[in-house]
Structures are given as C-alpha cells and as structure tokens.
C-alpha cells in the first residue's frame, strides 16, 4: 500500500496538543463542503447529458441526409466515430468524477454528523469512501502510477482510515478528517484540471454536432423556426411576427441567418459549460482553503466558498436538475 500523503502525516502527528472539539466550524465546513460536493455531481450530470445526446443528433441528421439524397436507398445510417476515442474517454471520466463528487459529500454529510452528533463510525467509512471514489477518478485521468492519495483496495483504504480516525478525542478526529478530505479535493482537482484538456479537443465537435442536428430538426419541419430565432428577439427585447416561421421557410436568406444563430448558441452553450468548468475548480480551490484554515485552528471563512457556488451556479443551465 503507498503512504499517505506526506503534509497529513505531519498533521497527524501534530494533534498531540488537541483539547476540545471545534464542532462549530467544523460542523460549518462540513456543511459548505457538502453544498460544493452536490453543485459539482449536478454539473458532471448535465456534462454527461451533452456528450450522450451527440449520437442521437447526429444518427438522425445523417440518415435525414441519406433519405433526402437517396429516397430509393432509405437506410438508417450510424453515426460518425468522429473522436470516438476522446468521446469514450470522456463518457468513463464523467461518471468516476460523479461517483467521486457524491463520495465527497457523502463524507462532509457524515462530518457533519459527527460534529454534531459524535457519529463516529459513519464518518471514518464515509472518508474511506470518497478516498476511493476519488482514487479511481484520479487514476483514470492521470495515469500516473502513485497519484492516488491512498493507494491498495478499497478494504485497505478503510483499515488505513479507521487507523487515523481511531482516536477517542473528537477534536483529533475532525481535524484529521479535515486533512483526508481536503487532500482527497486537492486530488479530485488536479484530476479535473488534467480532464479539461479532453473538453478542449471535443469543443468544436459538440458544437458543429448541437447545430447540425438542430438545422436537421428544422429541415424536416419538426420544429418551428420561431424557436432557432426567438431567443435573439428576446434578447433584444423584440417579439417575433405571427408568421415568423412561415417567412423562415420561404426565404433562404433567413434560413441562413437562422442557421448562423443557431451556431452562435451552440458556442454559447459550449462557453458557458467552460465557464461551470472553471468555476468547480474555482469553488474546489476555495473549500481547500478554508479546510487549511480550520486545521490550522484559524476562524474558518466561508466567503470564497460561497462566492464561487454563486458563480458556478450563475452560469449553470436552468433545465438541470439533480436526477
């Protein structure tokens, strides 16, 4: 089995002096931890509707193609394997990282918990829990043999954890809970941080994907124009003309002006998803911050946290929900 990170075997062995228990900011920190854990699995599950919804758009925008070229040759066509490795790597990455982020806050809820109700047993599995989910997130990413925070099985992480939070002093526990969870975020970052580079290489093809399944749905007149074209008019504080589709189909000029519109919020769609990006990265940074504060028996501040929570959920998409 590796060792644990070298910073939390200092602070273990630091917790000689430890008196009472911090159950206030420790019981705040859970609390915040838990909120950013959530925000996170709810933006991984609106990556993961993108990605899975780039098949289905491009299947029927190809076989409307072939069917409109060839009627006498109808045939379903497969779509393209365009980046199919990239797209098949990210498919795996988002559901680790989900899995990791409720891990996560499994493990904030259950230090919470402990805070408050001296559930002691409830957080040293959870901890052991979100160490592991993190692991194979960060293992998948990275591929770095020894990147992982702890290393061995599932059932040796929770042997080493269990050791670590042993202690019958509760201040002892929440703050080396405090240390595993902070380390197991700085992790989970960095693994996000090396994830974004795939987005990167995948933007331009969710984008020409998103608008040519679009304009496939409009060509085949199942769906009004009125809805390629009316978010620009309320944008720009204007309501569209009753026959607004109608001139939308008889005039070509308009249809590639539809057409450039239904481009540009596909970019936007795409910008605003690097913006959430940056923002759960942010928001992990913040948390990781504020874990170094309590551990170090400074006031814990929240500000940061919170700010960036806003942020990201400033620029998250309406329509997602926590299914």
């Known amino acids: 089995m590796r060792a644990l990170k070298f910073s939390t075997v200092l602070f273990a062995a630091a917790l000689a002096g430890c008196v009472s228990a911090p159950r206030g900011p420790a019981a705040s920190l859970a609390a915040s931890g838990a909120e ?7 933006e991984f599950r609106a990556t993961a509707r993108e990605i899975s919804n780039i098949d289905r758009g491009n299947t029927f925008r190809a076989t409307l193609d072939r069917c409109t070229s060839f009627p006498t040759g ?3 066509v497969a779509p393209s ?6 797209r098949q790597k ?7 990282r989900a899995s990791a982020a409720a891990a996560l806050e499994g493990a904030y809820l259950a230090m919470g918990e402990e805070a408050q109700y001296d559930a002691r047993g409830d957080m040293e599995l959870a901890v052991g829990e979100a160490i592991s989910a993190v692991n194979a997130y960060s293992d998948f ?3 770095t043999p020894g990147a992982s925070l702890i290393g061995g099985q599932v059932g040796e992480i929770a042997k080493f954890v269990s050791g670590l939070l042993a202690e019958r002093q509760q201040r002892k526990r929440l703050l080396q809970a405090s240390a595993l969870i902070r380390e197991a975020n700085e992790t989970f970052r960095n693994a996000l941080l090396a994830e974004a580079a795939i987005h990167a290489s995948l933007r331009t093809y969710i984008i020409d994907s998103r608008t040519d399944a679009r304009v496939a749905l409009f060509d085949a007149g199942l769906v009004s124009g009125e809805q390629l074209v009316g978010r620009l008019a309320d944008d720009l504080g204007l309501a569209l003309r009753k026959n607004a589709d109608r001139v ?3 005039s070509d000029a308009a249809r590639m002006a539809a057409r450039a519109t239904i481009a540009a919020d596909a970019r936007e769609e795409v910008r605003l998803a690097q913006s959430r990006y940056s ?3 942010a928001a992990l940074g913040a948390l990781i911050r504020t874990h170094q504060q309590f551990e170090a028996e400074r006031s814990v501040t929240l500000g940061d946290v919170a700010r960036f929570l806003a942020e990201l959920d400033a620029v998250t998409d309406p329509a997602v929900d926590d299914e």
């Open 279 to 281: 923002a759960s990265v």
């Open 81 to 86: 394997q365009a980046n199919e490795e990239a």
């Open 90 to 96: 990210l498919v795996q990455a988002i559901a680790l």
């Open 141 to 143: 990413v990275l591929a």
């Open 36 to 42: 950013v854990s959530a925000a996170l699995g709810t």
């Open 248 to 250: 939308l189909r008889r």
């Open 74 to 76: 109808c045939a379903v």
